[in-house]
């Protein structure tokens, strides 16, 4: 009896000692059951948390459907474990019994039956979950087949406020594939899914009333106003520009160079201001040009004579900006763009993922162009924010995208449809413009009574880095040596230049600081006729120089000139640096006729004789710059609503407070006039004037002394104004063109601007007489008038 029963406790172990791997294998289904049956589950309830699609739910619940499968066939494999375990059980226990008693076969309490019922209970659960499951899914099923049929019942809103929303619909029908971001918004094909993406992420449909609980949340509150400091310590910004291209340190290094004059600037300004409280802007700025995606052709060039204006520009900007106390953000590649303005996956079709986070963009052309490419409706909705650097300018005529189309301005680079004065110039030339400018070094009165001691009486240094641009100009050379000893800075790698005459002295391409050290001992800088408006010369007039250039018969405009062609401007350039000869001139700027050579040579014969202070206008040196900026930032503001103009109604007599002079020759604006007391710059330095027959209002304005004010058109767009100028007219039409306000002498008839953005200071036709809006200036600050600031 004590063997048989010794024998039947080691049968046991042994059952036991085989199990023990079992014991494992159903712990381990046990647990990845449980994690299955998480994940499962907590798919078909994570389906409907808050914020996700709506219509996202049909491919999980069909995801869950399979799960249903993997369950029962999990269930079928246990049963089968337990049928086999049992089989061996009674093998093992068969085996016992004919080798004892029966008395001693092995309890059904014994540790290997109590596992054969765990596997059984455990195969039985799996059982139960997976017949709950399903009864789960079916009811899931069932729920999104409603949902989707209620989807599939979702029908286009008929309302008068929202005119465009059946057709955004079938355009969405047709195209939503065409980008990813659709998808990334929820889109998925179906009419509902066009409903809440149409009326949710863009606007053109009113949001539907099931969806108002889950709508899009509001927007987030705005940041608390921070009040702007001047800044003296410019390190910070060096950093934010960072560094990897020529055209970044070239920049870099002019900012450092200016530092000293940027900081003095600063406490002036701050002085003037008396302590003037002032928001802090968030500014993104973004170099479009110098993207790979634009080709960057600026900065491999920089240390071979490539333009440098450009680079001269931006960086005054960058350092403007700083100094006045805004929060800045700089790109120059497109992917930091994308990043910061919160672009959506795909190719740019849908709005931003986000609101709008700056209050202002400083961009180019390229720019420009590329976030009209990712920022979809975005654009159209932020594009008040925009400032546009624009070198040569934009009138209105090119800008509004249907005139330009059916009157024959639309090129490459207008029909953007803003106002006008959100393209920042390089120079004042185009009035319907903002004028940003950029800055030259400032001297001293001890720097510059040194640069007179030290000038040389027969010593010219030639304006031009590129050899092509000497191509041809032996003969004006061969004149000048004559009387001076030329000097250049053309670039070359090993051999000099053909296109240079052996007489010149070529110092191939200088540093900035070397360059100017040339400048302050020449005594005359001459161009020839290239590159257009470029910011040597007023550096050279700056550091003591007289100019030279050559005037332009006929003038040098789109329409006859091949470097003009495409832009969006008909401005004729009379000569090669307007501004130098119309708001410089002699005896510091000298223009003449560089085919004439008895004109040039008695020009240089002149120029020998006489002696110039070194002279920067105001506008461009660091303080008037900075004064100038602050004032855009300040009061221009191109997303507030504006009054109503007066074509909103039939404009009616005496309606606009302008008074006649006591000669009557022109329009004023009483002081103590109550409309536009809101308007910058202020309206009571208006003065009306009616142009001759054919003048341009930009010349109308200049020939008194003054400037155009396009902002001020709209007040005199009124039959009042030629009223009270003595005009009759027989008749008042309002229509779509740059030349109105007008007055056509033929049939005695007055025409009225209907669009607002189309007011513009450039343009004249024989046909008319323009109506001006001009006002006055301070001196050396064309850009403000007396009381602007």
């Known amino acids: 009896m004590i063997t048989v029963n010794s024998d039947g406790k080691i049968m046991v172990r042994r059952c036991l000692v085989t199990l023990r791997p079992f014991r494992l294998f159903v712990l381990g289904i046990g647990f990845f059951t449980l994690c299955f049956l998480m994940t499962s589950l907590g798919g078909q309830f994570s389906a409907r948390r808050l914020g996700d699609s709506p219509f996202t739910v049909h491919t999980e619940v069909i995801g869950a459907l399979e799960s249903r499968v993997v369950l029962r066939k999990m269930s079928d494999l246990l049963e089968l474990m337990v049928k086999r375990m049992d089989t061996m059980v009674r093998l093992e226990n068969g085996s016992e019994f004919h080798r004892g008693d029966e008395g001693h076969a092995v309890d059904r309490f014994s540790p290997g039956a109590k596992l054969m019922e765990k596997i059984q209970a455990i195969a039985q659960n799996v059982s139960d979950i997976a017949v709950k499951v399903d009864q789960i899914l079916r009811n899931s099923v069932l729920h999104s087949k409603v949902s989707e049929g209620q989807r599939d019942q979702c029908e286009v809103p008929n309302d008068p406020k929202y005119p465009d929303c059946s057709g955004k619909v079938e355009w969405m029908h047709a195209r939503w594939t065409s980008d990813p971001c659709y998808a990334f918004f929820g889109v998925d094909g179906t009419e509902c899914s066009f409903l809440i993406y149409l009326s949710e992420v863009e606007w053109f449909c009113p949001l539907m009333p099931w969806r108002n609980q889950t709508a899009a949340l509001p927007a987030p509150k705005p940041l608390p106003k921070v009040q702007a400091a001047f800044r003296s310590n410019l390190s910070h910004l060096l950093e ?8 970044l340190i070239f920049m870099k290094k002019r900012i450092k160079q200016l530092a000293a004059h940027w900081a003095l ?48 520009q931006w960086a005054d900007i960058l350092a403007v900006l700083f100094v006045l106390g805004h929060n800045l953000r700089i790109t120059v590649s497109l992917k930091e763009l994308q990043s910061n303005l919160g672009v959506p996956p795909g190719r740019g079709s849908c709005p931003l993922t986000v609101p709008l986070p700056f209050d202002l963009i400083y961009t180019d052309y390229h720019g420009l162009q590329q ?175 007289i100019f030279l250039q050559s005037r332009f018969s006929p003038p040098h405009s789109s329409l006859n000139h091949e470097f003009f062609r495409g832009k969006p401007t008909s401005r004729e350039v009379f000569s090669q640096h307007p501004y130098a000869e119309n708001f410089i001139g002699k005896p510091h700027v000298w223009t003449v006729d560089y085919n004439n050579s008895e004109e040039f040579e008695a020009a240089i014969k002149a120029i020998m004789r006489i002696q110039v202070d070194p002279y920067l206008p ?167 008038c007396q009381d602007c600031l």
């Open 240 to 247: 934010l520009i960072g560094s990897g291209k020529e055209s």
């Open 265 to 312: 600037a600063a406490q002036r300004l701050e002085a003037k201001l008396k302590g003037a409280r002032r928001d802090q802007k968030q500014i993104l700025i973004h170099i479009g040009f110098l993207t790979e995606e634009s080709g960057d052709v600026f900065s491999p060039r920089v240390l071979k004579g490539g333009p440098l204006g450009e680079m001269v």
């Open 371 to 545: 976030m009209k490419q990712h920022m979809g409706l975005s654009f159209k909705k932020y594009r008040c924010r925009f400032r546009v650097i624009d070198t040569f300018g934009t009138e209105p005529a090119y800008n509004h995208e249907e005139y330009a189309t059916l009157h024959g301005y639309r090129t490459n680079w207008g029909y953007w449809n803003f106002n006008p004065k959100q393209f920042m110039t390089m120079f004042p030339h185009t009035p319907d413009n903002s004028f940003m400018g950029f800055v030259s070094e400032e001297l001293n009165s001890t720097e510059k009574q040194l640069i007179k001691n030290n000038k040389a009486s027969n010593m010219a240094v030639v304006y031009g880095k590129e050899a092509s641009i000497w191509k041809g100009k032996e003969k004006f050379l061969g004149i000048l040596n004559k009387y001076m000893e030329i000097h250049g800075t053309v670039y070359y790698e090993t051999q000099r230049p053909p296109e240079v005459p052996a007489f010149v002295k070529n110092h191939g391409l200088l540093p900035q600081q070397e360059f100017q050290q040339l400048l302050r001992k020449a005594k005359l800088f001459i161009g020839f006729g290239f590159p257009y408006e470029g910011p040597a010369p007023l550096e050279a007039i700056a550091n003591g120089c």
């Open 618 to 784: 105001y506008e461009y040196t660091c303080e008037g710059m900075l004064e100038r900026i602050y004032a855009y930032i300040q009061h221009q503001d191109f997303c507030a609503t504006r009054a109503p103009s007066p074509l909103v109604a039939p404009p009616q007599p005496a309606r606009a407070p302008t008074a006649l002079t006591p000669n009557a020759t022109h329009l004023v604006w009483p002081y103590n006039a109550s409309l536009g007391l809101e308007a910058w710059p202020p309206v009571h330095s208006l003065q009306g004037w009616l142009a001759e027959t054919g003048r341009t209002c930009t010349d109308t304005c200049l020939d008194r002394g003054l400037i155009c004010e396009p902002s001020f058109f709209n007040f005199l767009n009124t039959p009042d104004a030629f009223l009270k100028l003595n005009v009759t007219c027989d008749r008042t039409e309002s229509e779509m063109n740059h030349l109105y306000p007008a007055f056509a002498q033929l049939g005695q008839e007055c025409y009225l601007q209907k669009e607002p953005i189309l007011f513009s200071c450039a343009g004249s036709n024989t046909k008319y007489r323009r109506l001006c809006p001009c006002r006055d200036f301070q001196k050396g600050q064309v850009a403000l």
